[in-house]
């Protein structure tokens, strides 16, 4: 809407600008702009026009405007056009519009929006409408709506909607991450089931509505959705709510997301549940959900009305949170304004003026039953998809007994995963890590490069080392809005500590210091690259041993016959050595070449020597030390007796 502004006309002198305003109009609003601040009134009765009310020539006359100085307060007279008292009139709010333009505006709107009427009926109310239905189509048609699966459900029935949903979670489970969350390997799924249960402050009941209240078959499933979807995520977030709280809360309710009708049937409701538990959150647990099933029956047990109030009333300050994150905060704010009014408005009136002491009982022994689901249950909440829980879990308690994990590579830790896959870090953005460490045993040190998915200015990362039954190592990507850790263990001996990350163009590099590496070979000479045949002259080597662990990799029957190899890359210093092709030097190069063919394997006892790499026969090397079969030969060893040798396991010795 455009503000009406006046004709005016300019002129000037050498030392003034003049502006010339008509005002010549009768009004019932008064604006006052004082820079950068503007007040609108709008008074029931109208007042005089302003050349009737403010004097242009003073003198002589009382001042209608008048500005203090030293308050720094101005002054307005208004002269009446009625001598009679406005009524309210210390009530009155700043507004541009007058009572009755409002109500004129708001029916036009409610004209057009029901113009926009539905196939199918949606929502607690099972209308026919959705509110702010212009605003909401706008967004459709932008394809940015964020939170929603079916975008237009006038157009769906609900029994399609509920497939929608299923087939969305089916291509959202992944096998992988509901191990790695149940074996829990770094211990985070237990920390978070350590929690203290967040419990929401005591609300009070809403102004009542003309609206008619949803029925119980309704709502009741729909308040379990709720319940368990706000639950979860105040225990994730620890009772600290975020940016991406919203989509926590309704992705994990199937009505909010999907728009499908709540089921009456409690199984199926649950079923439901614990499919979307399973499938968005970065933590797909059993344990995670049943454990807010628990903190829901907590949360039933005493003042269940007051607490599912404030439930609400804190949900519609995340609801409100969210405008702060990543994203067109026009377009969320129409989606979930659009799931406040369709879905928790009505809830919010059925809890304040209809819900009894019964049907919170039912939800308590239903959140109960919950707590120890049954394996008929599990059987249910696998199907569509084919997810054998049961299985899984075998498979989980075994990893645990075996002391493994890791069944996600490479392990992202984040809080769940948006619409693309991509995993999402709750509070801390929408990040996930990918790093490489090198150990640099030579020097006592590993060299880490991590790389954040999503980098933001002032993001730091540090490195927590610490000691056990293995070197555990932590990265942790840290900035005002994002906080991500990605942990790995090693049995390298890196010593303990906190590691400072330098920050470059594309990654962050950390030095970890590490001990001097603990040599068990027994061995009397340690060769130590770059090896050369002369200085090995003379020396009877009748075994390699491996310097770390002393392990003998190759033996000889008598002392090894060594044979010196050229330097790498010899050949390019050929032009260096002749520029004709015909002379005699070419033939022997030839011959040379011939004679250290990559392909050429070196006769039993003998041993070749580069600066870099030794060669030997596989004959030569000790049963069940080398065990890496190399499925393509490789540059320096060929087929002996049908095997192919890896040869990096026998070189670098």
């Not at 309704?250 to 499919?275: H, N």
């Not at 990605?486 to 590691?499: A, D, H, K, S, V």
């Amino acid at each position: 809407m455009s503000l009406q502004t006046p004709p005016y006309t300019l002129n000037q002198d050498a030392g003034h600008v003049y502006v010339h305003i008509d005002c010549n109009a009768d009004a019932t609003t008064f604006g006052c702009f004082v820079e950068p601040f503007y007040l609108p009134l709008a008074f029931p009765l109208g007042v005089e026009r302003m050349e009737c009310t403010i004097a242009l020539d003073v003198s002589g006359k009382e001042q209608t405007v008048h500005y203090d100085a030293q308050s720094r307060m101005l002054h307005v007279t208004l002269n009446k056009t009625e001598h009679v008292e406005f009524a309210n009139l210390a009530a009155l709010q700043p507004q541009l519009l007058s009572e009755q333009e409002m109500e004129h505006m708001e029916k036009e709107s409610i004209e057009k929006d029901q113009a926009m009427q539905l196939t199918y009926s949606v929502g607690l109310l099972q209308t026919h409408s959705i509110p702010a239905a212009q605003a909401y189509e706008a967004a459709v048609a932008s394809g940015r709506v964020p939170y929603i699966e079916v975008l237009r459900p006038g157009d769906i029935p609900s029994c399609k909607r509920t497939h929608i949903a299923e087939q969305h979670e089916c291509e959202k489970w992944d096998e992988g991450m509901y191990l790695d969350a149940t074996v829990d390997p770094d211990g985070l799924v237990a920390e978070l089931i350590a929690l203290p249960m967040h419990i929401p402050t005591l609300g009070t009941a809403p102004k009542r509505n003309s609206v008619p209240l949803c029925a119980s078959r309704l709502a009741l499933p729909m308040l379990l959705q709720v319940v368990f979807a706000y639950l979860y995520e105040m225990r994730i977030a620890a009772g600290d709510p975020s940016t991406e709280s919203a989509w926590t809360i309704c992705k994990l309710s199937r009505s909010l997301a999907a728009w499908t009708d709540p089921d009456p049937s409690m199984e199926q409701t649950f079923r439901a549940i614990f499919r979307r538990a399973l499938t968005f959150p970065l933590y797909r647990t059993k344990a995670l959900a049943t454990k807010v099933c628990e903190d829901a029956v907590q949360l039933l047990s005493a003042s269940p009305r007051e607490r599912l109030l404030g439930m609400l009333t804190e949900i519609n300050a995340i609801f409100a949170l969210a405008l702060d994150g990543a994203g067109s905060a026009e377009v969320m704010q129409t989606v979930l304004y659009v799931v406040w009014e369709t879905w928790l408005a009505p809830l919010q009136q059925y809890i304040a003026f209809k819900a009894d002491t019964p049907a919170f009982a039912i939800m308590r022994d239903a959140f109960t039953a919950m707590q120890s689901p049954t394996p008929a249950f599990l059987v249910a909440v696998g199907e569509p998809g084919g997810w054998d829980l049961t299985v899984l879990d075998a498979a989980a308690q075994e990893a645990q007994s075996e002391m493994e994990g890791q069944f996600v590579y490479p392990r992202k830790r984040a809080l769940h995963a948006d619409d693309e896959g991509r995993a999402v870090q709750r509070k801390r953005g929408e990040s996930s890590i990918e790093y490489v460490v090198e150990y640099q045993r030579n020097i006592q040190r590993a060299t880490a490069l991590v790389c954040p998915e999503m980098r933001v200015d002032g993001m730091h990362v540090v490195c927590l080392v610490e000691d056990g039954q293995r070197i555990s190592v932590t990265f942790e990507c840290i900035s005002a809005t994002q906080r991500t850790s990605i942990r790995f263990f090693t049995e390298w001996p890196l010593i303990p500590g906190r590691y400072e990350g330098e920050a470059q163009e594309q990654v962050f590099v950390i030095v970890l210091q590490a001990r001097p590496a603990q040599m068990l070979a027994t061995a009397d000479t340690v060769l130590r690259t770059p090896w050369t045949h002369c200085a090995l002259q003379g020396a009877a080597i009748t075994e390699l041993q491996c310097i770390a662990c002393g392990t003998p990799c190759a033996a000889f029957s008598n002392a090894a016959s060594l044979r010196a190899l050229p330097s790498e890359n010899w050949e390019e210093l050929v032009d260096a050595w002749m520029c004709h092709g015909d002379q005699k030097l070419n033939t022997s190069v030839t011959k040379g070449r011939e004679g250290v063919d990559p392909m050429r394997i070196p006769a039993p006892e003998e041993l070749w020597i580069s600066s870099l790499l030794l060669k030997l026969a596989s004959t030569q090397l000790t049963a069940s030390t080398i065990v890496s079969p190399c499925k393509s030969i490789g540059p320096w060893e060929g087929p002996a007796e049908g095997q192919r040798w890896d040869t990096t396991t026998a070189s670098g010795l």
